[in-house]
């Protein structure tokens, strides 16, 4: 999907359904499929050179200059380790609008926008006290695609992605 089409399609799905959160982009980390409110999704561009932060974990790549905004730059992939975390013409920054934060996060592909229904989303799995998921929105079903919802913002402004306040002030 290129800027211009996504673009265009989170346009008319915000016309058609205001506010209505079973709009989600899909995106894949190594071997699955996530999705995330297509609301929080202010672009999507091709990765590009980071300026890297000093002593950041190995999930936040750097920071870019976006349009005079600097971004934070994290890498789902490394954070939630799947898959290899290459870098090359094929690897997409999907940038967020979260509040008053701009975020940006690697993954390894955009797939499309895709509407759920309430009945397609199951709610997710409970695991043992040491894996958190509190970030996760549900599992949604759409044929025989699964896909992980991300609740991106819980998951951006938690306290373990030290992004917010702390790398930030660096």
Do not use: C, H
């Amino acid at each position: 999907m290129t800027p211009q089409q996504f673009n265009g399609s989170r346009a008319a799905a915000a016309e058609r359904n205001p506010g209505v959160t079973g709009e989600f982009l899909t995106f894949r980390l190594g071997q699955e499929e996530y999705g995330i409110e297509i609301l929080k999704v202010q672009e999507i561009r091709g990765y590009e050179a980071v300026t890297a932060i000093a002593r950041a974990p190995d999930f936040i790549k750097g920071v870019i200059n976006l349009r005079g905004v600097i971004v934070p730059i994290i890498d789902l992939r490394i954070k939630f380790e799947v898959g290899q975390a290459n870098y090359d013409q094929f690897t997409v920054v999907i940038v967020l609008n979260l509040g008053n934060r701009v975020v940006g996060i690697v993954v390894d592909s955009v797939s499309d926008v895709m509407t759920l229904q309430p009945e397609q989303i199951k709610p997710a799995p409970a695991f043992a006290a040491s894996f958190d998921t509190g970030y996760l929105t549900g599992i949604g079903s759409v044929d025989q695609r699964m896909l992980i919802l991300v609740d991106i913002e819980r998951l951006m402004l938690s306290s373990d992605m030290a992004l917010m306040d702390e790398v930030l002030a660096a």
